[in-house]
T-cell receptor, first 117, second 110 residues
Framework: DVKVTQSSRYLVKRTGEKVFLECVQD?????MFWYRQDPGLGLRLIYF?????MKEKGDIPEGYSVSREKKERFSLILESASTNQTSMYLC????WGQGRGSSYEQYFGPGTRLTVT | DAKTTQPPSMDCAEGRAANLPCNHS???????VYWYRQIHSQGPQYIIH???NNETNEMASLIITEDRKSSTLILPHATLRDTAVYYC???????????FGKGITLSVRP
């Protein structure tokens, strides 16, 4: 089974702290994604990566950066955490699609609930 | 990605079929219809996808209208564990990117 793990289920940080959220997948997937989920807003894509050292902005990249030094690991970085970044953060991975719909299945981790105080 | 429209919520009785509708009137020819669900406190889970033809797997069936402007996800015998938010997504999956909307909350009652 595909496994996507996230470093923490719950995290509490203070305003202004630098926060690292780590995600690891064990299926050699090319694509990795970071979403945040807030009540009433659904899932929103922050950043994604389709290869090592490659990244692309999603719909809400402001205030975030990412790092992908190894294929299996994708990190989300909050340079200076703010209270409006309190949210559930979800990581996902998938194979490279190359036009085939069946390759677009995304596998999600359990999520990290981040609270910034 | 084409916009999809789902009702905010619906319910059904345990053991009955749950039919979850989705409108995607602006879908283009190379966009697939994907369904995911999210059970409380878990990450979303892939259910099924299709392009033109109806599809069935061990979890559900997907019925896509001939004009592809709408689709229905069918859970043939809903159980309490099927209570979740269900997301309908229309996407080419370029770079495998999917856009999740707000979904429909399905409540299965005993």
């Amino acid at each position: 089974d595909v496994k996507v793990t996230q470093s923490s289920r719950y995290l509490v940080k203070r305003t202004g702290e630098k926060v690292f959220l780590e995600c690891v997948q064990d299926m050699d997937h090319e694509n990795m994604f970071w979403y945040r989920q807030d009540p009433g807003l659904g899932l929103r894509l922050i950043y994604f990566s389709y290869d090592v050292k490659m990244k692309e902005k999603g719909d809400i990249p402001e205030g975030y950066s990412v790092s992908r030094e190894k294929k299996e690991r994708f990190s989300l970085i909050l340079e200076s955490a703010s209270t409006n970044q309190t949210s559930m953060y979800l990581c996902a991975s998938s194979l490279w699609g190359q036009g085939r719909g069946s390759s677009y299945e995304q596998y999600f981790g359990p999520g990290t609930r981040l609270t910034v105080t | 990605d084409a916009k999809t429209t789902q009702p905010p919520s619906m319910d059904c009785a345990e053991g009955r079929a749950a039919n979850l509708p989705c409108n995607h009137s602006t879908i283009s020819g190379n966009e697939y219809v994907y369904w995911y669900r999210q059970i409380h406190s878990q990450g979303p889970q892939y259910i099924i996808h299709g392009l033109k033809n109806n599809e069935t797997n061990e979890m559900a069936s997907l019925i896509i209208t001939e004009d592809r402007k709408s689709s229905t996800l069918i859970l043939p015998h809903a159980t309490l564990r099927d209570t979740a938010v269900y997301y309908c997504i229309a996407s080419t999956g370029a770079n495998s990117k999917l856009t999740f909307g707000k979904g429909i909350t399905l409540s299965v009652r005993p």
